[in-house]
Nanobody
Framework: QVQLVESGGGLVQPGGSLRISCAASVRTSSSYAMGWFRQAPGKERESVATISWSGDMTYYADSVKGRFTISRDNAKNTVYLQMNSLKPEDTAVYYC???????????????WGQGTQVTVSS
């Protein structure tokens, strides 16, 4: 079973940038799609971005499209989420996931990390 550990969260001012990382305990090239979810206080957990195992297919929530970029380095067993132009509403715990993706791009998370807090505030 894959183990996921997030890092890089923290406090950032509105308009700033932050990159969070997720290290996997097994080879990410072993056909796992990967994704980032987030959960803000009092809100449901939502999908933010997903990436196919090869990295050639990505998905973004409308709320982050154009501002966030998901990428992966299978040689380092690591997935990244680059977050630019951050807004206070991006404040949440961000969770890394590994799972399966069908041919339509639907993503099914199977393993979850513990989460990393991202706070956007002045």
């Amino acid at each position: 079973q894959v183990q996921l550990v997030e890092s890089g969260g923290g406090l950032v001012q509105p308009g700033g940038s932050l990159r969070i990382s997720c290290a996997a305990s097994v080879r990410t090239s072993s056909s796992y799609a990967m994704g980032w979810f987030r959960q803000a206080p009092g809100k449901e957990r939502e999908s933010v971005a997903t990436i196919s195992w090869s990295g050639d297919m990505t998905y973004y929530a409308d709320s982050v499209k154009g501002r966030f970029t998901i990428s992966r380095d299978n040689a380092k067993n690591t997935v990244y989420l680059q977050m630019n132009s951050l807004k206070p509403e991006d404040t949440a715990v961000y969770y890394c996931t590994a799972g399966a993706q069908d041919y339509s791009g639907n993503y099914f998370p199977r393993a979850w990390g513990q989460g990393t807090q991202v706070t956007v505030s002045s």
